[in-house]
């Protein structure tokens, strides 16, 4: 082993699997003097790389963690690390089997070849099940089992062939020295280290490790159970590590995968048991490696009898033992995404809560991350940024992932809430809104109703149809659509006070915007502007709202699910000179919306400001006066209607919503949750949404948000937005229209061709449902997706896939001219 | 054919512990907040051994233990071994002293019905006193023998064999008996997944435990010091083949 350097490009902490990938591949990208520093020995330095179950499943409801996986397999196979053995997640309930029809839908989204098959092949593929708990199998024949330690073994010697790498094990981090909020040095047992970049790659330790830099990674270590049962002939006999296919059993949560001689059983079904990266015990201590804890059997006891029933033939005999059991540790976040992503620390990057199956391909990742500034792979919904202030706590990760870990094999409905740790921030509406009887949906930790029970007579009254399938109709209301219509005929009032607002002032905020937003930023005071925020590759990184309230003084309103992000990357480009001052001022503002073609009248009836078109027009903000409170109201909409964002203080909220209320009440005002703003009006209008539609894959010009001209200023992104803009989009975001049907899909769908074939373009991007809602002004059910030019083709006729059925779409609008209301006469009325 | 055995053996629920050992801050005990628990290897092997006499002469193997209900635990193991009965003698703690511990099973012995044979392991995988089984035997007035690593049993007679001084002892008892076994006794089984759930389900029948004390006390316990192993680098590749043949041929594994 060469000398412990006393400087270093960047420092990996952790030999796993993560560590291992990130840095090969920053050595490919050109990084030199990176060391590699593990507190355990190698090849297993004791953390979960070392004892996880090691298969690759690679179809899962998330494009971004099945392009991760993917990358991941095909780095595995090039390292000859990878054997095929096939899966099949099996089915025991009738619910079970529409999910796997659902997983059909994603392996045709995601270009995965799979297929249901009946118990008797399933039997023919894994003799020793017993099909007759059995109902359906979903096959996925590139399922796989990899040696991530020797994959990790192969990428550090190609690292250090390279000559850019220097690895210490046996290593143990003891500070990690920041000065100006940016990371310069990392002290070990075996001395400092100068450096500009940390990669926290610490696993189940990451947190523990980010604190020494006074970052957060939150992330919790969990108990996975596992046991070996064998010898069993018919595996021993074989030769191989494994050579039948894979069984997730789904239903009871667990999988069974043939391990040499021996059956392994492994569970998500247990009691969540978690544990704190401070109580793992050293390598020294540990009976057998750190993260493999003592064996709680009672927890496991009910798996033993689910194994049994489906492999009774196999696991029933005397000489076949229980020969290795333990609670092995993995980690869990609060969404059961990984954290990837620089820090709140400059220079502090976590590569935490990653899954072997994505292990490689997250290196590629943060590498690329790290030396282009941006990856290829849009990691959005991984993003470490991606939690407001109380998700970091250790309380509500805990919660979270207590409650998430029985998810791990569950059937997640894509509206589905968690019941954990709720009520952690609350706009100022939310008594009026708890006596509405608002069912309130979560977003970032705030409650926002996503419809009021109160309006449920307007369902008769309006003529609302249910929805028939259950699936459907989950977390739904038809009271949404009657709101819908309830806006549409008159006027509803909206809270949006989970809005992430940003007060950006000083003599450099013009050009500190401009240099961050697409469109042109120096307008007159009092104008709103809508703008894409692009990544240096020119795809998305969000699209929010800039209100210009001074000279030197700009408001930035952004989406509550995004917020966190925005705030990050708009604080990472803060210049340092400090001529602009950036405050977070989401607590101190609420929102309420005021939309429909009476919102004129309310607004009128509550303030003595002059509202009419000539004095308030579309595109501007004011600040009125309603009674005694100051409203900083935004005439804008994202439901295309008139209207107004009504801001003010929190303080002010209460009065601001029973002012509204009681003005729109000769007016038929109706409350209206998130479903109607979120959803169906947007979807009419074709309003593009981040994180759904808007991607660091697409850019404004396939999203059809491109601007009229380019401005002179620089900005990010702008060189490949000019080029993007100078060809045809390679794909156009279109608004398909379902052709009579009672079922609604609801986003992740595969588009087809008229003859069932999977769509892509030319740059191999799949045609999928990006949002999908119910349209009840236009009395059908909307979908969006981006399609190749020659598909998005106005009244061209297409398919969805939704739960194993095909259903016939029509491109109603290829672009962004709204179905609804096509020339915005509403809004601008 | 040997007369129908039933065989006894008495385990002790102790902390399984990696290479290093916390202590409590007392240094009264180990830390075990974040350990797991287990039985020594001795008693595994005895729990084997009572498990293959019973299957073999038709009669029943019992495990007794002395402690509070977290002991239940290793009593589930034995019984997912083969085990088909268990008791515990309830006592606030898994580690009485050895006397308290011994009178507790003399006492339970004095309650239960009788049995041909009780296996104890040589000596607990923690305290390692090997007091306990040679104490219960006096206070039963039964043969005993410690250090056991061969059991035959006759018509009301056991053959005991142990290690001694470079050659063999073979001690010829009547039942009933006591022995202390040593691992390598037999090799024991794996417990399986039908015996766990089997376990899991079974009762355990519980005695009303000790109440003295015999006022012996752990003072303190205090790390070995520390006697590192050194790993010592043969060489690389093909040139280190020399040494490795040395050191084999030093260990006698070849000639």
Redesign the interface.
Known sequence: MSAFPDRAQVVVIGAGIVGNAVVHHLARLGWRDVLLVDKGPLPDPGGSTGHASNFVFPVDHSREITLLTGDSSRQYAELDTLTTCGGIEVARTEERVQELHRRMSSARAWGIDAELISPAEVAEKVPFLDPSVVLAGFWTPSVAVVDPLRAGELMRERATAAGALTVSALTEVLAIVTEGGRVTRVRTDRGDVETEYVVVACGVWSPRIAALAGATIPLTPAVHQMIDVGPIAELAETGREIAFPIIRDMDPLMYERQSGPDLEIGSYAHRPILCDPDDIPSIAAAALSPTQLPFTPDDFDPQMEAALELFGGILDRPDAGIRHAINGLLSLTPDGHPLLGETEVRGLWSAAAVWIKEGPGVGRLIAEWMTCGAPEIDPHASDVARFAPHERTRAHVRARAAEGFNKTYGIIHPREQWSSDRGARRSPFFPREEALGAEFFEVAGWERPQWYRSNEPLVAELGVEDRPHEWDARWWSPITSAEHLAMRRAVAMIDLSAFSQFAVHGPGALAYLQHLCVAQMDRPVGRVIYTPVLGPDGGFRTDLTVVRLGDDAFRVITGASDGARDLAWFRRHLPADGSVALEDVTSAVCTLGLWGPRARDVLAAITDDDVTDAAFPFATARTVHVGSIPVLALRLSYVGELGWELHTATEHGLRLWDAVAAAGAPHGIVPAGIGVYGTTARIEKGYRLMGHELDAEHGPVEAGLALPRIKEADFVGKAAYTKAREGEPEATLCTLRLDGTTRFPQGGEPILTPDGARITDRRGRPSYVTSAGTAPSLGTHLMLAYLPPWHAVEGTGLLVEYLGERYPVTVARAGRTPLFDPDDTRMRG | MPTTMDVLVCIKRVP???????LTADATAIDT?????TIGPHEECAVEEAVRLAERTGGRAGVLTVGPPATE?QL??ALSMGADHAVRVDAPVADPEPEVTAAAIAGALGELPPYDLVLFGEASADAGHAQVGFRVACALRRPVVGGVKGIEVGDGRVSLRREAGGGVEVHDAPLPAVAAVLEGLNLP??????G??RA?KAPVRVLAGPAATSGLRTRRLRHRPEARAETVLLGQGAGAAPAVVDVLAELGVVR
Do not use: D, N, Q, S
Not at chain 2, 189 to 194: L, N
């Open positions: 399984a512990v990696g290479a290093e050992i916390a907040r974040h350990l797991g628990f635990e589930r193991y089984r794996y417990p399986t997944i039908k766990r759930l899991k």
